[in-house]
């Protein structure tokens, strides 16, 4: 084994361990904010997952290059909408107004 070959290995194994104790101090601490996002690999099991088929894909596509929207946010609009129609009470105790 060469020197360069073990000192590497050192080095990706402490970044490993680094990395680990950033994400166990990451998840320790409590939210700053309710809106603050966290990745999905930091998630044990990710709130939204789902698939959009491509013909829907494809209009969403055309909606953002034709109207310049950010398709983001009018996404959280309309499922912030129809969480507070469908289910007043929970969204009432967990959405801001």
């Not at 073990?6 to 194994?13: D, G, N």
């Not at 990710?46 to 013909?55: A, K, L």
């Not at 310049?68 to 609009?77: G, T």
Request: hydrophobic content about 30%; some cysteine.
């Amino acid at each position: 084994m060469s020197l360069l070959g073990k000192y590497r290995r050192e080095e990706a194994e402490k970044d490993d361990e680094d990395q680990k104790t950033e994400r166990d101090d990451y998840r320790s601490q409590p939210p700053e904010d309710a809106s603050s996002a966290i990745p999905n690999k930091e998630r044990k099991s990710p709130i939204v997952s789902f698939s959009i088929p491509t013909d829907l894909r494809d209009c969403l596509k055309a909606i953002r290059e034709n109207k310049a929207i950010n398709l983001s946010m009018w996404v959280e609009k309309q499922l912030r909408e129809a969480v507070t129609h469908e289910f007043p009470q929970i969204a009432r105790e967990y959405l801001e107004s």
